[in-house]
């Protein structure tokens, strides 16, 4: 993919996760300062951002067949740790399709760690938590967390805040075992892309 193709593609994944203010993310893609906020929904932006991300995730994303039900099957994103960003994230994806499927969100807590979703993003930054959320998520799932050490504690991919802005790193090998994958696309506007276990 040519330098020119890359541009286009980080602005396009900005300007659709900031659509009520993209005037502020003219650069090369990046979200506006993690710790603004936003008035019009008094969710922080960072909360914003990172939800829109999960919601355009799931488009670079490839579910085996056998995560599915059957054909009419939603996706299905779940949330741990994080109420605020899937309150706003139900407000992303409503009346949303992805690869012709509708998307379902749901709060869930630590105990529902295993319950078969495709997304399941973990909220917060203690990593013993983290680690034992990640360790109960298995299946064809593309697990989503913003502690430091994200990826070394098994998720596919994990937030990280970089000059103030929201970026994020993929480990490939987790994304190989969890049965899924992602696009190269994708792989392009990452911060950061982990081959193998570190």
Request: aromatic residues 6%; charged residues 20%.
């Amino acid at each position: 993919m040519n330098r020119f193709t890359n541009r286009g593609l980080r602005r396009s994944l900005a300007a659709w996760a900031l659509a009520a203010v993209a005037v502020l993310c003219a650069g090369v893609g990046l979200a506006p300062p993690a710790r603004a906020q936003s008035a019009a929904s008094g969710v922080p932006l960072e909360r914003r951002v990172k939800a829109a991300f999960l919601y355009k995730f799931l488009g670079y994303t490839d579910f085996p067949p056998s995560a599915f039900g059957d054909a009419a099957a939603p996706l299905t994103i779940g949330v741990i740790g994080a109420d605020d960003l899937a309150v706003e994230l139900a407000r992303v994806v409503a009346g949303r399709t992805v690869n012709g499927r509708s998307i379902e969100v749901r709060e869930l807590r630590e105990a529902d760690a295993g319950a078969r979703v495709h997304l399941l993003f973990v909220g917060g930054s203690d990593p013993q938590r983290v680690a034992r959320i990640v360790r109960q998520a298995t299946g064809a799932m593309l697990v989503v967390t913003e502690c430091d050490n994200g990826l070394q504690l098994g998720s596919v991919i994990n937030f990280r805040i970089v000059d103030e802005r929201v970026r994020f790193d993929v480990a490939l090998d987790a994304a190989e075992r969890n049965g899924i994958k992602l696009s190269s696309r994708l792989l392009t506007v990452a911060n950061r892309v982990q081959k193998g276990a570190q």
